[in-house]
């Protein structure tokens, strides 16, 4: 175990003593704040925050809060909910909380040993994560030096041991912390993989393991948000089809009893992630949100149920909603004035390098299966008319182009929730969407399939 851990567990043993009233005073001094009258106590609930109290700023800049927490909870005070400071109540009888108006999330807790040894830990996370996230680099652009790779891989070991000594040690001397660590405790596929098929399959089922879902105080315990999130933007990363990775979700979701309060943490983290991306699963496990917490959150729900229909439009079988822009001409060209064909709604820019990188595909594509009914409309994020004509001509893109010549503010990209290039929306002849993002031997494939050559 490194000196870092041993000093934090040394801090941790000396200054844990659980509160035994389970009342606890929060005293806020506050700068800055003549425009605020008041501070908020909130709790995180999977999407929203739950308003607990208010109390009123004197004209000193003081307020206070008196709280009777059931065991060791994360709450959040501040001005409002992107304004507020985490902190964990059920080891003190007093905390003071100091800090600025409008910059309280980075406010002072003072004390309170359990917030103080809450930051530290949280340092010591972050260092064994970047530790681990730089070996996994290393170890890709090594594949080909075996030596290397071996010197890697037992690096990779004393990380993951670390962890689980820390994960150990926090465990007997702090649970509630330790349900900290456990959430991100994730041990390297090189030395824990042996029987599983591949990475992402080991990923998909071991992320989680240190975890114990059937434990209550996890409910309450924002990092269950923020895990999830973070297992599914890897899962997302990766490139899996949507029915795969959905399976693989509701798979890890299966593991936390549904009448847990952890439940909907997971659900929102799950949906945190998938919403900027405009995956197509946005909507199913949005449905799923509103289906069991519409009663509880209404208003949440309500907003979310807007979202998804709104996505709904865009996703898999569903009819891509119509567009117009003008063409390099200057004349206005609609999606729906290709219906009849298979259409690649191909997203992209003169200034994008894998954009240019995919085109020698897409032509190759299309002049294979143009006769058959199959064209792509190109739409540009670029700015400037010139490198976009002088691209189309360069790469010999002969198909169908639009662009307002916007950049990242193109109203059709917007529209789609494009938010990287390239990408694609493959239609069939009814305008309804058959998949997104094909690019490559995926879309090659796919075309295959619907032509039959």
């Avoid at 000594?165 to 900290?180: A, C, F, T």
């Amino acid at each position: 175990m490194k000196m870092t851990t041993l000093l934090l567990l040394s801090f941790l043993t000396m200054n844990f003593l659980p509160t035994q009233e389970n009342t606890v005073t929060i005293r806020c001094e506050l700068v800055k704040c003549e425009n605020v009258d008041s501070l908020m106590l909130l709790q995180f609930n999977g999407l929203s925050f739950d308003l607990l109290g208010k109390a009123a700023i004197d004209e000193n800049g003081k307020a206070a809060f008196t709280v009777s927490p059931q065991g060791m909870q994360f709450y959040y005070v501040g001005t409002q909910a992107n304004d507020a400071r985490p902190i964990i109540l059920g080891a003190d009888e007093e905390i003071v909380v100091s800090g600025q108006c409008g910059l309280l999330r980075s406010a002072k807790i003072r004390q309170s040993a359990i917030n103080q040894q809450y930051e530290s830990l949280k340092i010591e996370i972050n260092k064994l994560q970047a530790g681990a996230n730089k070996l996994v680099q290393d170890y890709r652009a090594n594949m080909s030096n075996e030596e290397q790779l071996r010197r890697i891989v037992t690096e990779m070991k004393e990380v993951d041991e670390e962890k689980l000594d820390l994960l150990d040690s926090m465990d007997q001397i702090h649970p509630y912390l330790g349900k900290v660590v456990a959430l991100n405790t994730y041990l390297s596929y090189q030395n824990f993989g042996e029987g599983y098929a591949n990475e992402i399959e080991y990923f998909a089922k071991e992320f989680f393991r240190q975890v114990d879902w059937k434990d209550p105080e996890l409910g309450y315990l924002p990092w269950v948000y923020e895990a999830w999130k973070s297992y599914t933007d890897v899962l997302t990363q990766t490139g899996l089809d949507a029915s795969t990775h959905r399976q693989l979700i509701d798979r890890a979701l299966a593991e936390i009893p549904a009448d847990q309060r952890a439940y909907k943490l997971a659900l929102g983290g799950v949906l945190a992630s998938l919403q900027p991306k405009t995956h197509p699963n946005f909507v199913y496990f949005a449905d799923r949100y509103v289906a069991m917490y519409q009663a509880q959150d209404p208003a949440v729900t309500d907003g979310l149920k807007r979202q998804a229909d709104n996505m709904r439009a865009f996703t898999t079988g569903g009819v891509a909603p119509d567009f117009t822009q003008p063409t390099p001409e200057g004349e206005d060209l609609s999606l729906s004035d290709l219906r009849g064909k298979v259409v690649l709604v191909d997203f992209w820019a003169s200034w994008c390098g894998p954009c240019r990188r995919e085109n020698p595909n897409v032509v190759r594509m299309y002049e294979k299966y143009q006769e058959q009914g199959f064209t792509v409309l190109g739409v540009s994020l670029d700015n400037s008319r010139d490198r976009w004509l002088q691209a189309i001509e360069k790469d010999g893109l002969t198909w169908h182009h639009v662009s307002d010549l916007k950049g990242w503010k193109n109203e059709v990209a917007q529209a789609y929730g494009v938010r990287s290039i390239p990408h694609t929306i493959l239609l069939d002849r009814e305008g309804k969407i058959i998949a997104r993002n094909l690019r490559g031997t995926s879309l090659e494939a796919k075309l295959a399939e619907l032509f039959g050559s």
